[in-house]
C-alpha cells in the first residue's frame, strides 16, 4: 500500500480529574526491499491539518507510536473527546498499517483502511 488511513478517538482528560484517556497508537511496516520515506498526517473530522510528521522506513522495518507523542501538533490538543483520522503515505507500495486504541488497562483494535 502506498496510501493507508487509521481513525482516532481522542479523549484527553485534565490530569487532576483522575479519569484514563482514550488513545490511539499505530504500527507501520515497510515489506519491501527499498527504503519507504512516510508521511503521516493528523486531521480533524471534517479534513483540517492538526499535526504531521514524517520517518524513513529501511527495507523490513517498522516504526511504532503513540498519536499525541508521536506527532508535531500545530497547536496543543484541547481537553473533552475528539475524533480525527491519520493519513499515512509511502513513496513506495510495501507499506503495511496496524492500529490499536485504549483507554486505562483496556484495549481494542482499530481498522485500517486502504487507500492505495
Known sequence: MTSVIIP????????????ADIETGFAIVNTGSATA?????????????????????KANEHKVGIVSAGFNF??????????????????QPSVGAAALAWEGGSMTSFPVDALQ
Open 8 to 19: 482516532r478517538v481522542r479523549e484527553k482528560h485534565d490530569p487532576r480529574d483522575g479519569l
Open 37 to 57: 520515506n512516510v508521511t503521516a498526517k493528523l486531521m480533524d473530522a471534517t479534513g483540517n491539518p492538526l499535526a504531521n510528521t514524517s520517518f524513513v522506513l
Open 74 to 91: 500545530l497547536t496543543p490538543e484541547t481537553l473533552g473527546r475528539q475524533y480525527h483520522y491519520i493519513l499515512f503515505t509511502s513513496d
